[in-house]
Structure formats: structure tokens, C-alpha cells
T-cell receptor, first 114, second 112 residues
Framework: NAGVTQTPKFRILKIGQSMTLQCAQD?????MYWYRQDPGMGLKLIYYSVGAGITDKGEVPNGYNVSRSTTEDFPLRLELAAPSQTSVYFC?????????????FGPGTRLTVL | KQEVTQIPAALSVPEGENLVLNCSFT??????LQWFRQDPGKGLTSLLLIQSSQREQTSGRLNASLDKSSGRSTLYIAASQPGDSATYLC???????????FGKGTRLSVIA
């Protein structure tokens, strides 16, 4: 049981490049989330999904896209990377939705846009 | 809009000391409040989740309390150990489609 896994761990992008951050969970959770954490700040919700095929915007969705074709995977796509997207990105999941029960977090992807 | 504040931003204590971490929130109509631990370079680990109908939750040496009327929660750590060194974040949830709102965290150092 690996829990929530994320790849890559680190990435440096140039301005204008695109990339996909991968997230997978093996706990059969319906709900999955993407957060970003800027230095010295709390986490902000980017997008979330309530099940395969269903996604919704969080607090800071601009510049990102998501898809959820399977229960296990929830990739985050960055189009036209900007320095403001330099951050640590966390994927999380839980069973009963939003914050009604514990969210399980992945180890994070540290992204730098230069 | 819910706002969550954690003071102090950093705290250093000697091993064995009992300590309290503070969390305040502006909207008292919360559904639950959660405490997380974050180790450097790692993800978050859930410590305690307090429902709005509860006053406190306990897990081992950790005790979290919730006072909705004053907009405060505290995390009490008994007999602190160097392994408790980490950043502790609290987060409030107001139910519905609202996201968890996180504080910036308190960075705790327990000195041996």
C-alpha cells in the first residue's frame, strides 16, 4: 500500500514551458486534490475531483488544468509556466470528500520556473 | 471569508517541556478543525480532526481543543521530544464546497 505518490520530486522549468505533475493513489479514494504551498505560507487548493470524470476549481485554478480518467490518477497540467507558479505542489486524497475526513498527502513536487 | 492564523511562526523549547501551539480562525461556523504535521521536504500528516460538536481530541501525547465561540484551537504536546520537531499546521473547514483553509504553520524545534 503506497498511499499517495507523486512524480517528479523536483523540476526546473523555463518560462513558457509546459509540464504534467503526476499523482496516483492506491486507497480507492473517490476524492483527490491538488494544493500548492508557497514558502512560509499555508496550502491553497488548486483543483479537486469527486470521482473519475468529475473535476472542479479550487481557490487558485488559473494557469492549471486537470483531468481524472481513472479513480487512481489525477494529473495536474501546467501550461505556459510562469515564475509565479514556482511552488511546492501536493496531491491529496480521501474517502468521504473535501474535509469530512482525513486527507492523505503525497510527498510533494518542488517546481521552480526560471 | 475564513482566515486562519497561527502564532508564533516559530518556537524553540527544551526537551521534556509541555507546550501549546495556537490557531485562530475568523469564521466560527466551522464544520471541523484539523491539525497536521509537516516534516522538512515531506507532505502533510494528519494528527487530529475535531468536529464542531466536539471540544477536544486526544492522540497519545497530543491533545487538541476547539472553542468555536472564541475562534480558537490549541494543540497541546506533552513531554516534548526532539522527534516532535516539525512544522504544525491547522486548517479550518466550513463545509459544503469550500476548501480547507490552512494557517501558515508554527515551526517547532525541540532541543535535546
Amino acid at each position: 500500500n503506497a498511499g499517495v505518490t507523486q512524480t517528479p520530486k523536483f523540476r526546473i522549468l523555463k518560462i513558457g514551458q509546459s509540464m504534467t505533475l503526476q499523482c496516483a493513489q492506491d486507497m480507492n479514494h473517490n476524492y483527490m486534490y491538488w494544493y500548492r504551498q508557497d514558502p512560509g505560507m499555508g496550502l491553497k487548493l488548486i483543483y479537486y475531483s469527486v470521482g473519475a470524470g468529475i473535476t472542479d476549481k479550487g481557490e487558485v485554478p488559473n494557469g492549471y488544468n486537470v483531468s481524472r480518467s481513472t479513480t487512481e490518477d489525477f494529473p495536474l497540467r501546467l501550461e505556459l509556466a510562469a515564475p509565479s507558479q514556482t511552488s511546492v505542489y501536493f496531491c491529496a486524497s480521501n474517502l468521504r470528500g473535501l474535509a469530512t475526513d482525513t486527507q492523505y498527502f503525497g510527498p510533494g513536487t518542488r517546481l521552480t520556473v526560471l | 471569508k475564513q482566515e486562519v492564523t497561527q502564532i508564533p511562526a516559530a518556537l524553540s523549547v527544551p526537551e521534556g517541556e509541555n507546550l501549546v501551539l495556537n490557531c485562530s480562525f475568523t469564521d466560527s461556523a466551522i464544520y471541523n478543525l484539523q491539525w497536521f504535521r509537516q516534516d522538512p521536504g515531506k507532505g502533510l500528516t494528519s494528527l487530529l480532526l475535531i468536529q464542531s460538536s466536539q471540544r477536544e481530541q486526544t492522540s497519545g501525547r497530543l491533545n487538541a481543543s476547539l472553542d468555536k465561540s472564541s475562534g480558537r484551537s490549541t494543540l497541546y504536546i506533552a513531554a516534548s521530544q526532539p522527534g516532535d520537531s516539525a512544522t504544525y499546521l491547522c486548517a479550518a473547514w466550513n463545509s459544503g464546497n469550500t476548501p480547507l483553509v490552512f494557517g501558515k504553520g508554527t515551526r517547532l524545534s525541540v532541543i535535546a
